[in-house]
């Protein structure tokens, strides 16, 4: 089974901010990654899908990028409803979520 | 706009089969290339990828749930649904139904959720 860490697994931030969130598979799963956020009592949304790829509807403040074992999603200014919960997925063999990135208020 | 809600039993007893359905409206269940999925979210935990299903045949499960999952569609009623057998308090979660799509598999349209409680 393949197996998604990610770091951190929290983070205090601000307006503004510069935000980056790794995730890591326990084996290459080429681009076959994806990005969701999650508010509290909502279901998750799809922010990128193939490692780097915006979905439609997105704010261009999302990106991703990787390939291989290692991904970031980088936020390029934290707004207020960036403050979230982010998960990673491979969907290379099965469908594995990462453990969450909670993003609070500094 | 495609949309999916989930409906089913919101209280199983232990060692009984917890059972859910999705039904699709706004588009059809039958076309495209599309995989039709089950998530689910432990209260204050990680989601958790169940199975899903392709072109109404071929199914993929998560291996720790394989002995205890059965995904299946109802084309007629353009719906899909999950079955759990044998659940324990463990399984107690929100479900979340959705559906894997642009080759990648991305989950881009989700049901809003229904919590499923495992108690005696």
């Known amino acids: 089974d393949i197996q998604m860490t990610q770091s951190p697994s929290s983070l205090s931030a601000s307006v503004g901010d510069r935000v980056t969130i790794t995730c890591r598979s326990s084996?290459?799963?080429?681009?076959?990654l994806n990005w969701y956020q999650q508010r509290p009592g909502k279901a998750p949304k799809l922010l990128i899908y193939?490692?780097?790829n915006l979905q439609s509807g997105v704010s261009s403040r999302f990106s991703g990028s990787g390939s291989g074992t290692d991904f970031t999603l980088t936020i390029s200014s934290l707004q207020p409803e960036d403050f979230a919960t982010y998960y990673c997925?491979?969907?290379?063999?099965?469908?594995?979520f990462g453990q969450g990135t909670r993003v609070e208020f500094k | 706009q495609l949309q999916l809600q989930e409906s089913g039993s919101g209280q199983v007893k232990p060692s009984q089969t917890l059972s859910l359905t999705c039904a699709v409206s706004?588009?059809?269940?039958?076309?495209?290339?599309?995989?039709w999925s089950w998530i689910r979210q432990p209260p204050g935990k990680a989601l958790e990828w169940i199975g899903d299903?392709?072109?109404?045949?071929?199914?993929n499960y998560n291996p720790s749930l394989k002995s205890r999952v059965t995904i299946s569609v109802d084309r007629s009623k353009n719906q899909f649904s999950l079955k759990l057998s044998s659940v324990t308090a463990a399984d107690t979660a929100v479900y979340y139904c959705?559906?894997?799509?642009?080759?990648?598999?991305?989950?881009?349209?989700w049901g809003q959720g229904t919590l499923v409680t495992v108690s005696s």
């Open positions: 959705a559906r894997g799509s642009s080759g990648y598999n991305a989950l881009d349209y």
């Open positions: 706004g588009g059809s269940i039958s076309s495209g290339d599309f995989f």
């Open positions: 997925q491979q969907t290379y063999s099965t469908g594995t």
């Open positions: 299903i392709f072109q109404s045949v071929t199914t």
């Open positions: 084996q290459s799963i080429s681009s076959y």
């Open positions: 193939g490692a780097s």
